[in-house]
């Protein structure tokens, strides 16, 4: 029943990179293509806080704290959504979840699973 599945988390050392994936395998074509998609994290005690979003066609937004090192893309063909994550610090320690937002930024469908991304040294 699961609608999202991520993965590709781990643990990184401090200026690493880490891909993630976001595949939404049981949406449609036509409803995945004309979502706005979206990463979002959850540190331990913290709020969840979206960091990255794109829209098919349209460039790609980013929280402050994370511009200039993280990266979204999206395969609607394969109704995936990447994260490219460089330069990894220890603050972005969180588990990350992948979502389609409303259009006031909100979650649009239920969470999945989350994957852990942990960077030490």
């Known amino acids: 029943q699961a609608q999202l599945v991520e993965s590709g988390g781990g643990l990184v050392q401090p200026d690493g990179s880490l891909e993630l994936s976001c595949k939404a395998s049981r949406f449609i074509f036509s409803v995945f293509a004309p979502d706005v998609w979206g990463w979002y994290r959850q540190a331990p005690g913290k709020e969840r806080e979206l960091v990255a979003s794109i829209a098919t066609g349209a460039a790609a937004e980013y929280e402050d704290s994370v511009k200039g090192r993280f990266t979204i893309s999206r395969d609607n063909s394969r109704k995936t959504v990447y994260l490219q994550m460089s330069n990894l610090k220890p603050e972005d320690t969180a588990v990350y979840y992948c979502?389609?937002?409303?259009?006031?930024?909100?979650?649009?469908?239920?969470w999945g699973q989350g994957t852990q991304v942990t960077v030490s040294s």
């Open positions: 979502n389609a937002l409303k259009p006031d930024k909100q979650p649009k469908y239920n």
